[in-house]
């Protein structure tokens, strides 16, 4: 960045401040630690310098927000101009259990939705399904039907209020469902906004809420793109996830690289179905988790944004548009202690602020009671507070990307894109990324990144407060959110009687139709939304694709 | 001395794996003899394969909240295969409230966030039974 004198003047300086200044210092107080490490174990340097950025050029590499490379943002003005989306993940129970607790967050100043399933939901079986047993409304909504579907959403204006669903095996299904609705209530497709995750590599990497192995799941992706651009333009059609490949134990490298290379993926996938790079990308959309390295996590939001632009340009894309990285955050669940749960505000406000200062287009905050059960009302409202203080108070949204041009900052975003390359090359050699899930290369880095992080901190070289360090002796005491025992009863109920009601020829006509469409290459879209139009159920509508795409299983490695 | 074998399940729907592959692979570690089921086993094929093992611990990890239902589930279903004389214990997202009624159905601890591997290992090796 410096002209090549002051660089060399700097480094001079430099060998002359660590030999009289430096050295004295630590005989008088030894540095805490040997060497000292970000989550991606990298070692990190007492001090940062001109020196360290010396090859960026600042046009080139760095820019101005809303332009190429888009280091430094998406949007010219980003926060002065909107706000990130406040929106925090929610669902437990019945359907009409989490609509209250969406009007709830609405009131208190949420700006989005973000709806999380029950396990049958994301594996796509009805509530009733043997496989169902125990997992009612316990980790999300049970969306069984459309009726489930209208109860949800009652009252939120879906022309209004965007919608992130956390789907993806049945990702097509449950969004047809949402489209169903608001087309119900008079509500066109083009009007309506929000995300479908929609991500199933991670599955198979991380998440492991799969169901069809991973030729057809592609293909009912780049089917919902190819609808998606063509019939519901506002909506984003795939989020792709670095949060669950963190939350497995991944580096924070580890998450910026597997989440990009399958980003590059999809795109791939789409492109070799006839797609135009510029009529898709522009609705590929993100997810990244916040860890507890702060800077680290900062430079993984910056580099990522230019990896996504550079890897887009090469590929083709020509619309400024397609070249963004926009981006969800949620803080990392991970984190969170059981012990002394009040403290995991502090963590999460942290872990917000680096999603802040990294620029993120929407946030989920955890609620401090996380890693003892679903949040309640209180405890999700804190999180959602801060965000807010964030937001209004921290004077961190006052100008775009604050922390641009920091020595250190900048050198561990380069770092973070030069180590993703790495890991480009190395599945790239391993013939891929479906072909490395096969052999489980994704599954055994994560699994070790896991298993190191436990023994670091197993043997205190990683500091947890209230795990490992300022321990106390006490239970942790605060209220956990109680279900109303009788969702399951009533939604089983409602599912049964409209099986009876509903005009049953006419389900049967419309999944033999897509059966039929499922065996040959059309886009099952159209076919889906009349399934669910008539009020075939998730389970029913799944149980055909299941037939004639199989499912996947996937090895047990440890 | 003979190897103190474990099978490491994962019940249910629940696709959160972290938790048990850490704890199959410190227990193998710790000289144990480990199996581990992978994902969405129902409690018949879990017991199954306890039999067909022969071990002497199952450890059970649920991060979904279903606990209630399936770890109970697989404790009585054990109970009806004469298998009483195998640990049986759990670990996830379970809330102290809970732990009680666990304890009655038969698991006899329960292992939750933030616990070091090292007390699992502990526990494991100081209350097996066969």
């Given amino acids: 960045m410096d002209e090549k004198e002051t660089i060399s003047q700097i480094h001079q300086k430099q060998r002359e401040w660590e030999k009289q200044r430096y050295s004295k210092a630590i005989q008088e107080n030894p540095e805490r630690k040997q060497k000292f490490k970000n989550l991606s174990e990298m070692e990190i340097k007492n001090i940062y310098t001109p020196e360290d950025i010396k090859d960026l050029k600042y046009l080139k590499d760095i820019g101005f927000p809303g332009e190429y490379p888009f280091l430094r943002g998406v949007h010219p003005n980003l926060y002065r101009g909107r706000l990130w989306t406040m929106r925090q993940f929610a669902g437990f129970g019945s359907a009409e259990e989490t609509n209250k607790r969406y009007h709830y967050l609405l009131e208190h100043g949420e700006t989005g939705l973000s709806v999380a399933f029950d396990y049958p939901t994301l594996y796509g079986y009805d509530t009733d399904h043997p496989l169902a047993r125990g997992e009612f409304g316990k980790c999300g909504v049970a969306i069984s039907s459309l009726v489930d579907m209208e109860l949800l959403f009652h009252g939120i204006p879906l022309d209004k209020i965007t919608t992130s669903m956390t789907i993806n095996g049945p990702a097509a299904i449950i969004w047809a469902m949402y489209i169903a609705n608001a087309e119900n209530q008079g509500i066109s497709k083009e009007k309506i906004g929000g995300t479908i995750q929609n991500d199933i590599l991670k599955e198979y990497i991380a998440q492991k809420s799969y169901i069809f192995p991973p030729e057809p799941s592609m293909r009912l992706i780049v089917d919902t793109f190819e609808y998606g651009y063509k019939n519901v333009p506002k909506w984003n059609t795939i989020s792709i996830s670095g949060y669950h490949i963190r939350e497995a134990g991944s580096t924070a490298v580890q998450e910026l690289a597997f989440t990009l290379g399958d980003g590059i993926e999809y795109v791939k996938a789409a492109m070799n179905r006839g797609l135009m790079i510029d009529d898709f990308a522009p609705r590929l959309s993100f997810f990244f988790n916040a860890h507890n390295d702060f800077f680290e996590e900062i430079a993984k939001y910056r580099a990522a944004r230019r990896i996504w632009a550079k890897e887009m340009k090469g590929l083709g894309a020509k619309k400024p548009r397609s070249l963004w990285m926009r981006f969800h955050t949620q803080t990392a669940g991970c984190t969170l202690t059981a012990q002394q749960p009040e403290i995991n505000i502090v963590r999460v406000t942290m872990q917000a602020l680096a999603a802040v200062l990294g620029g993120t287009q929407s946030l989920h905050t955890n609620s401090m009671d996380e890693a003892l059960a679903l949040p309640s009302e209180k405890a999700v409202r804190i999180a959602l507070r801060t965000q807010q203080i964030i937001a209004e108070e921290s004077g961190v949204t006052s100008t775009v990307d604050p922390l641009g041009g920091a020595y250190y900052v900048e050198w561990l975003t380069e770092k973070m894109e030069e180590e993703t390359y790495k890991y480009f090359d190395k599945v790239q050699r391993l013939g891929g990324v479906i072909p490395a899930i096969e052999k489980g290369f994704f599954q055994r880095e994560i699994a070790e990144s896991a298993y190191r992080y436990q023994k670091e901190t197993d043997e205190n070289q990683r500091i947890i407060v209230g795990v490992n360090r300022y321990t106390l002796d006490e239970k942790p005491s605060i209220p956990i959110l109680k279900m109303d025992e009788k969702g399951e009863e009533r939604q089983i109920h409602r599912l049964q009687k409209l099986r009876k009601d509903r005009d049953n020829p006419k389900v049967q006509r419309h999944l033999q139709q897509l059966r039929k469409a499922a065996t040959g290459d059309e886009n099952l879209m159209p076919f889906i939304l009349d399934c669910i139009h008539s009020y075939a159920t998730l389970g029913e509508t799944c149980d055909v694709l299941r037939e004639v795409f199989g499912e996947y299983k996937e090895q047990a490695i440890y | ?130």
């Fill in chain 2, 1 to 130: 001395m003979k190897k103190i074998r474990v099978l490491v399940a994962k019940p249910g729907l629940d696709g959160h794996d972290r938790g048990a592959k850490i704890v199959a692979r410190a227990l193998r570690d710790a000289g144990m003899e480990v199996v581990y089921t992978g994902l969405h086993q129902t409690a018949d094929q879990i017991v199954n394969t306890a039999i067909q093992e022969d071990v002497d611990v199952v450890g059970l990890s649920l991060l979904s909240g279903a606990h209630m239902t399936l770890f109970i589930d697989v404790a009585v279903l054990l109970k009806e295969k004469k298998m009483d004389d195998v640990l049986i214990v759990g670990g996830g997202i379970i809330p102290e409230e809970d732990v009680p009624a666990l304890r009655k159905a038969g698991i006899a601890e329960v292992f939750g966030p933030g616990t070091p591997v090292d007390d699992i290992v502990r526990y494991i090796k100081k209350n097996v039974k066969r």
